[in-house]
């Protein structure tokens, strides 16, 4: 009986055991530093972080909160080393509140310094766009419009050749008919001429 309650307390201080040590793991962990936010659009931003040299980091949680509203967005992704993630559906000309954690095999590090920023509106994006600037879209629409246009030159270019190889056709079959017609035409020549007589004086009747 007592060897029983001997070993249901050795069970219980190995897990208490355990957890302390979890805990302290996750409070040594650091959170991320130099937090800073990109505005992409005017519905998304790039976050971007580092994290101290050594830290056992597996994945990252993000919190995106509106200023002055409770609704948050919770976005974690584990099994990972990048260290940015993108910011999307974001309202234009809002304020947003951004935290970072580190997340490692023993649990998550504290809440990085909150970032504030917001998003700026479609006439500022397009008032701050230089005009060498080349968006995604732009680009996507000029390789579309490359693609249309190579298409037609080649259709054409198909249709020239068809064009080209009927003419050629056409004219070997002339070419082949010609010393046939020519013969015909000989032929045709000599059957209509009036027969050769041979020349010679009148014959006269003995009176």
Partial sequence: MWGIKGSCAALLLLFLAYISVSSVNADSLSAPLNVTIKPLEG????????????????????TQQKKDVRMLRFIQEVNTTTRSCALWDLEEDTEYIVHVQSISM???????????????????????????????????????L?????????????????????????????????PNNNKDKAKNSSECSTPEHPTGGLLRSKV
């Fill in 106 to 144: 023993s649990g998550t590090s504290p809440l990085s310094e909150p970032v504030l920023f917001r998003t700026p509106k479609e006439s500022e994006k397009l008032a701050s766009k230089s005009p060498d600037e080349v968006t995604m879209e732009e680009v996507g629409q000029a390789a579309q």
């Fill in 43 to 62: 519905n998304s931003a790039i976050v971007t972080w580092d994290i101290l040299e050594g830290d056992p980091v597996i994945g990252f949680a993000i």
């Fill in 146 to 178: 490359r693609a249309g246009e190579l298409i037609i030159i080649v259709v054409v270019l198909v249709m020239w050749a068809g064009v080209i190889a009927l003419f050629c056709r056409q004219y070997d079959i002339i070419k082949d008919n010609e």
